[in-house]
T-cell receptor
Framework: GEEVAQTPKHLVRGEGQKAKLYCAPIKGHSYVFWYQQVLKNEFKFLISFQNENVFDETGMPKERFSAKCLPNSPCSLEIQATKLEDSAVYFC??????????????FGPGTRLTVL | GESVGLHLPTLSVQEGDNSIINCAYSNSASDYFIWYKQESGKGPQFIIDIRSNMDKRQGQRVTVLLNKTVKHLSLQIAATQPGDSAVYFCAENMNSGYSTLTFGKGTMLLVSP
């Protein structure tokens, strides 16, 4: 598609439950990025993919967070055993490639995760 | 317990005024900069970008200025409209294959009619 799509729009989980978020990048884009935004403030980078390969995972909390981008499927971000502090809006962005003229990342509408 | 609030720098302008939003970036090795607009409940929307080999770039009603000496970026919006009300973020990027964006703190722009 022409826009980054994210589902669901809202997700409510009890503490300790699993949460799974989905992202479909813009068609033809090779790179997918996940960011976490807390309190409408700064964006924290989590992980990026080049096609189905992890490109950079330096921002990923190792223990409870995992992510995948499989061929012909939406990318996913999964949080096992959610904690209250995981409450945030999770944004997915995609980018065409790393060539100098195409560095712009385009963002989806986000998934608001509320952990109760 | 202590309440956690949102304390964003805020710029309030009248419709028709010109707005200037400033950003100090952190990495002198950054060579690509982007301004995003985020409206309530939405994802960041690309506004304009600039590469480090330029110091000014103009779009429709928007201009970005880059001062690498002091690591400062600004976004100028001409004839600001109520629809421009949003939070604006600058982001920096290093084009060395490490392509993660580093976002600055946002600035809330409030435009009154």
């Amino acid at each position: 598609g022409e826009e980054v799509a994210q589902t669901p729009k809202h997700l409510v989980r009890g503490e300790g439950q699993k949460a799974k978020l989905y992202c479909a990048p813009i068609k033809g884009h090779s790179y997918v990025f996940w960011y976490q935004q807390v309190l409408k403030n700064e964006f924290k980078f989590l992980i990026s993919f080049q096609n189905e390969n992890v490109f950079d995972e330096t921002g990923m909390p190792k223990e409870r967070f995992s992510a995948k981008c499989l061929p012909n499927s939406p990318c996913s971000l999964e949080i096992q055993a959610t904690k209250l502090e995981d409450s945030a809006v999770y944004f997915c962005a995609s980018r065409y490639g790393t060539s100098y003229s195409t560095d712009t990342q385009y963002f989806g509408p986000g998934t608001r995760l509320t952990v109760l | 317990g202590e309440s956690v609030g949102l304390h964003l720098p805020t710029l309030s302008v009248q419709e028709g005024d010109n707005s200037i939003i400033n950003c100090a970036y952190s990495n002198s090795a950054s060579d690509y900069f982007i301004w995003y607009k985020q409206e309530s409940g939405k994802g960041p929307q690309f506004i304009i970008d600039i590469r480090s080999n330029m110091d000014k770039r103009q779009g429709q009603r928007v201009t970005v200025l880059l001062n690498k000496t002091v690591k400062h970026l600004s976004l100028q919006i001409a004839a600001t409209q109520p629809g421009d009300s949003a939070v604006y973020f600058c982001a920096e990027n290093m084009n060395s294959g490490y392509s993660t964006l580093t976002f600055g703190k946002g600035t809330m722009l409030l435009v009154s009619p």
